[in-house]
């Protein structure tokens, strides 16, 4: 079993940052995956970014590219996402997962295990 703890969530106001960090710890994978999903209130889980193993290749979805950034310490079991120029609308539990395959997903019930997620909330 592979356990994800998120952290960094927070208020913030429009136009303003965060940086959300995972930490996994648990049973040892080969080459994972990892990504960052997001649930807002009454909506289903939405993709946001996805890292390869090596962080050579990546995904994002529309609603955050070129303000979102994902990244990944191996050493650390870790994967962060730096969120630039908030907007309300990207209020939200962010949760991080693992895709244990070398493949970059978007598809969240292909993700094999997941944080309990933490929250951000963008006001205007």
């Known amino acids: 079993q592979v356990q994800l703890v998120e952290s960094g969530g927070g208020v913030v106001q429009a136009g303003g940052s965060l940086r959300l960090s995972c930490a996994a710890s648990g049973r040892t994978l080969r080459r994972y995956a990892m990504g960052w999903f997001r649930q807002a209130p009454g909506k289903g889980r939405e993709f946001v970014a996805a890292?390869?193993?090596?962080?050579?290749?990546?995904r994002y979805a529309d609603a955050v590219k070129g303000r979102f950034t994902i990244s990944r310490d191996n050493a650390k079991n870790a994967v962060y996402l730096q969120m630039s120029s908030l907007k309300p609308e990207d209020t939200a539990v962010y949760y991080c997962?693992?895709?244990?395959?070398?493949?970059?997903?978007?598809?969240?019930?292909?993700?094999?295990?997941w944080g309990q997620g933490t929250q951000v909330t963008v006001s205007s």
């Open positions: 997962a693992v895709d244990d395959t070398v493949a970059v997903r978007i598809s969240a019930p292909l993700y094999d295990y």
């Open positions: 890292i390869s193993w090596s962080g050579g290749s990546t």
